[in-house]
């Protein structure tokens, strides 16, 4: 079984949300894109083990921005009946799918289709029924006219937007939380059936050391060990038997006690009833206090937690609940687990990345690595571009904002089945790599064909711009010649993000129509500008737009670093006249790499008077 759709609605930044999820399921993107937000969602509905326990009873904060600020606005509109202002709704859907015998039992009550294939849970945080609204809103309507009296209308007006709506309440006592099951909202889910359905969450915040103590009832260790019947741990009792005679024994205690006798005699009375002998007794303790006093060595040389590296802790961290997890019969009470995983690869070098993500899928693997158990789902979410390359690309969904609304984007959704579309999967797969996959953490995307264009385009866009790429969340992907429709595929069929196409004309040669046919292929897609040439490669249009003036100067020590005899020759031979653009090229036509990086060290000396080509210009003016 899995939750396999997910609609949230009026929570937190998701304001209209729907995402389908499968059983393994990484999900990357920006920060502040709502990653955590979506895990948190579902926190809502299934209850938690061993994980810290996520409250359902929400706070103002927990509602959308949006729907706050408009339900006030609303308030503030006088021509708006009081009676038709409708209240925020935060909702949660999740669609449960493909479940066993032994889950059917457990959710046969929630069935939302006619073929029963589907379940539904359904969390809501809404006014309680008794509630009046339409009061709710005339007094606070009267409190604004109070308030507009009190300083004048023309000072109420002058107050900014925002100043005016803080001066509302929202009324969140009068909220409750109900989970439903089914398509129906007129009765709450069975809380035992409920109950067997698990959502454990390894937050990006989580406190590995702490947690690896079972000093409390609160610690992660303690909540797996004492998860397990008392009765496997009572052999542990017996072990403390011999103790009271021990400590009958000890001459030290045994002086102490009488110590404490002598004293009491002195200040107190002894009576028929009563003495003031005292004695020192074991008090056997029950199992929980006897885990509490456990802890977690680890490695060749073990020391306490305390002195293990962060990164270490966290996969000691992550192991102990996913071994808490994996094995179905040491958790018979859930018949189903969720684990949410933020940022596995926190205090992590990339190879250690690189090894966790390998294994994570194996997690819920059947033995026969074709199909994934049906007790454990498992979402990731991460920033790593080296977790993102190993989760196999099919089950890696992009969050990102189209306008300010939070949409889902599956790397390979919208490919068919076409020869053409699984040679571009066969491509994405082998190239989109830990760099390549930085453009699903970015807002802008410029695509550039090689390694001349990578070392440059990012410093003309600092010289255009006054900024880095980076500060207008901008990557520059090499795509290695004639692989640009393969990328531009992902950002057609969903994943909208402005990108621009840098792109040699290639006048003369095999692929002299490729520029053509991308312009083609993509001016209806609007956040997509392929951008061209005028002569037939980069490194000629950077030639002719510096053939005089500062520019020629730059080029010409350039020269000179690359191909300091050649180069020398050049310069005397050149003069005053303006630079050739095809005897400069075929100076430098088997060195371009050579010659783009000390073309950057050049400029980044002195690029006064230099010019950016034309294309480039206009693009990435285009593009931010």
Same mark, same amino acid.
């Given at each position: 079984?899995?939750?396999?759709?997910?609609?949230?609605?009026?929570?937190?930044?998701?304001?209209?949300?729907?995402?389908?999820?499968?059983?393994?399921?990484?999900?990357?993107?920006?920060?502040?894109?709502?990653?955590?937000?979506?895990?948190?969602?579902?926190?809502?509905?299934?209850?938690?083990?061993?994980?810290?326990?996520?409250?359902?009873?929400?706070?103002?904060?927990?509602?959308?921005?949006?729907?706050?600020?408009?339900?006030?606005?609303?308030?503030?509109?006088?021509?708006?009946?009081?009676?038709?202002?409708?209240?925020?709704?935060?909702?949660?859907?999740?669609?449960?799918?493909?479940?066993?015998?032994?889950?059917?039992?457990?959710?046969?009550?929630?069935?939302?289709?006619?073929?029963?294939?589907?379940?539904?849970?359904?969390?809501?945080?809404?006014?309680?029924? =008794?509630?009046?609204?339409?009061?709710?809103?005339?007094?606070?309507?009267?409190?604004?006219?109070?308030?507009?009296?009190?300083?004048?209308?023309?000072?109420?007006?002058?107050?900014?937007?925002?100043?005016?709506?803080?001066?509302?309440?929202?009324?969140?006592?009068?909220?409750?939380?109900?989970?439903?099951?089914?398509?129906?909202?007129? +009765?709450?889910?069975?809380?035992?059936?409920?109950?067997?359905?698990?959502?454990?969450?390894?937050?990006?915040?989580?406190?590995?050391?702490?947690?690896?103590?079972?000093?409390?009832?609160? =610690?992660?260790?303690?909540?797996?060990?004492?998860?397990?019947?008392?009765?496997?741990?009572?052999?542990?009792?017996?072990?403390?038997?011999?103790?009271?005679?021990? /400590?009958?024994?000890?001459?030290?205690?045994?002086?102490?006690?009488?110590?404490?006798?002598?004293?009491?005699?002195?200040?107190?009375?002894?009576?028929?009833?009563?003495?003031?002998?005292?004695?020192?007794?074991?008090?056997?303790?029950?199992?929980?206090?006897?885990?509490?006093?456990?802890?977690?060595?680890?490695?060749?040389?073990?020391?306490?937690?305390?002195?293990?590296?962060?990164?270490?802790?966290?996969?000691?961290? *992550?192991?102990?609940?996913?071994?808490? /997890?994996?094995?179905?019969?040491?958790?018979?009470?859930?018949?189903?687990?969720?684990?949410?995983?933020?940022?596995?690869?926190?205090?992590?070098?990339?190879?250690?990345?690189?090894?966790?993500?390998?294994?994570?899928?194996?997690?819920?693997?059947?033995?026969?690595?074709?199909?994934?158990? $049906?007790? *454990?789902?498992?979402?990731?979410?991460?920033?790593?571009?080296?977790?993102?390359?190993?989760?196999?690309?099919?089950?890696?969904?992009?969050?990102?904002?189209?306008?300010?609304?939070? $949409?889902?984007?599956?790397?390979?959704? +919208?490919?068919?089945?076409?020869?053409?579309?699984?040679?571009?999967?066969?491509?994405?797969?082998?190239?989109?790599?830990?760099?390549?996959?930085?453009?699903?953490?970015?807002?802008? *995307?410029?695509?550039?064909?090689? /390694?001349?264009? =990578?070392?440059?385009?990012?410093?003309?866009?600092?010289? /255009?711009?006054?900024?880095?790429?980076?500060?207008?969340?901008?990557?520059?992907?090499?795509?290695?010649?004639?692989?640009?429709?393969?990328?531009?595929?992902?950002?057609?069929?969903?994943?909208?993000?402005?990108?621009?196409?840098?792109?040699?004309?290639?006048?003369?040669?095999?692929?002299?129509?490729?520029?053509?046919?991308?312009?083609?292929?993509? $001016?209806?897609?609007?956040?997509?500008?392929?951008?061209?040439?005028?002569?037939?490669?980069?490194?000629?249009?950077?030639?002719?737009?510096?053939?005089?003036?500062?520019?020629?100067?730059?080029?010409? =020590?350039?020269?000179?670093?690359?191909?300091?005899?050649?180069? $020398?020759?050049?310069?005397?031979?050149? +003069?005053?006249?303006?630079?050739? *653009?095809?005897?400069?090229?075929?100076?430098?036509?088997?060195?371009?790499?050579?010659?783009?990086?000390?073309?950057?060290?050049?400029?980044?000396?002195?690029?006064?008077?230099?010019?950016?080509?034309?294309?480039?210009?206009?693009?990435?003016?285009?593009?931010?």
């Amino acid at each position: 079984m899995h939750i396999s759709h997910l609609h949230i609605r009026n929570y937190r930044n998701f304001l209209d949300f729907s995402i389908d999820l499968k059983p393994l399921t990484l999900i990357i993107g920006e920060n502040n894109v709502g990653k955590s937000n979506l895990l948190d969602s579902i926190g809502l509905i299934l209850s938690q083990d061993v994980s810290f326990f996520k409250k359902r009873q929400l706070e103002v904060a927990d509602f959308n921005y949006n729907t706050i600020r408009a339900f006030k606005k609303s308030i503030l509109d006088l021509t708006i009946k009081a009676e038709d202002i409708a209240f925020p709704v935060i909702e949660v859907d999740a669609t449960l799918k493909d479940w066993d015998e032994d889950q059917e039992a457990v959710i046969a009550d929630w069935f939302s289709n006619k073929e029963c294939t589907e379940a539904k849970l359904r969390y809501v945080f809404e006014p309680i029924a =008794k509630f009046n609204k339409a009061e709710e809103i005339e007094a606070q309507r009267s409190f604004i006219s109070e308030y507009k009296r009190q300083i004048g209308e023309d000072k109420f007006e002058a107050l900014l937007e925002s100043a005016k709506l803080d001066l509302l309440n929202f009324p969140i006592s009068q909220y409750h939380y109900t989970i439903y099951g089914g398509n129906k909202s007129e +009765g709450s889910a069975n809380p035992y059936h409920l109950s067997q359905l698990k959502f454990e969450l390894l937050d990006a915040l989580r406190d590995a050391c702490a947690e690896l103590v079972a000093g409390s009832n609160r =610690k992660l260790l303690f909540r797996i060990l004492n998860a397990r019947d008392e009765k496997e741990y009572q052999q542990l009792k017996t072990e403390l038997v011999g103790l009271q005679q021990s /400590i009958n024994e000890n001459t030290t205690l045994q002086a102490i006690k009488t110590s404490i006798s002598e004293q009491l005699d002195k200040i107190s009375l002894k009576t028929d009833e009563s003495s003031n002998d005292v004695d020192l007794i074991f008090s056997h303790p029950d199992v929980a206090d006897i885990l509490k006093k456990i802890s977690i060595i680890y490695g060749e040389d073990p020391v306490k937690i305390e002195r293990n590296g962060t990164g270490r802790n966290n996969l000691l961290f *992550i192991s102990l609940i996913l071994s808490f /997890i994996e094995d179905k019969k040491r958790v018979p009470t859930a018949f189903f687990r969720i684990v949410g995983l933020e940022e596995p690869e926190s205090h992590l070098h990339p190879n250690l990345q690189d090894h966790l993500a390998h294994n994570i899928e194996k997690l819920i693997q059947l033995p026969s690595a074709k199909e994934f158990r $049906k007790d *454990i789902q498992v979402l990731l979410t991460s920033h790593s571009t080296y977790v993102s390359t190993k989760i196999d690309f099919n089950h890696t969904v992009v969050l990102f904002k189209d306008e300010g609304v939070v $949409k889902p984007h599956y790397i390979f959704q +919208g490919f068919d089945e076409t020869a053409r579309a699984k040679k571009q999967i066969q491509y994405l797969n082998k190239y989109l790599d830990a760099e390549n996959t930085n453009l699903f953490y970015s807002q802008k *995307i410029i695509l550039v064909e090689g /390694i001349s264009e =990578k070392l440059l385009v990012p410093f003309f866009f600092n010289m /255009i711009h006054k900024n880095p790429t980076e500060k207008f969340s901008c990557c520059v992907v090499n795509v290695n010649g004639l692989a640009f429709s393969n990328f531009l595929e992902v950002i057609k069929n969903g994943y909208f993000r402005k990108c621009l196409v840098l792109t040699d004309s290639d006048e003369g040669v095999a692929t002299e129509n490729r520029a053509e046919n991308l312009t083609e292929q993509y $001016k209806t897609v609007p956040v997509i500008l392929v951008a061209v040439t005028k002569e037939s490669t980069f490194e000629k249009d950077v030639i002719m737009a510096n053939r005089t003036g500062d520019g020629k100067n730059i080029l010409l =020590k350039t020269l000179i670093l690359v191909r300091p005899n050649s180069g $020398k020759a050049y310069q005397e031979e050149l +003069g005053d006249d303006p630079i050739d *653009i095809e005897k400069f090229f075929e100076l430098i036509v088997k060195h371009k790499s050579s010659f783009a990086y000390s073309l950057l060290i050049t400029l980044i000396e002195e690029s006064k008077g230099f010019v950016i080509p034309d294309y480039i210009d206009k693009g990435i003016k285009w593009l931010v």
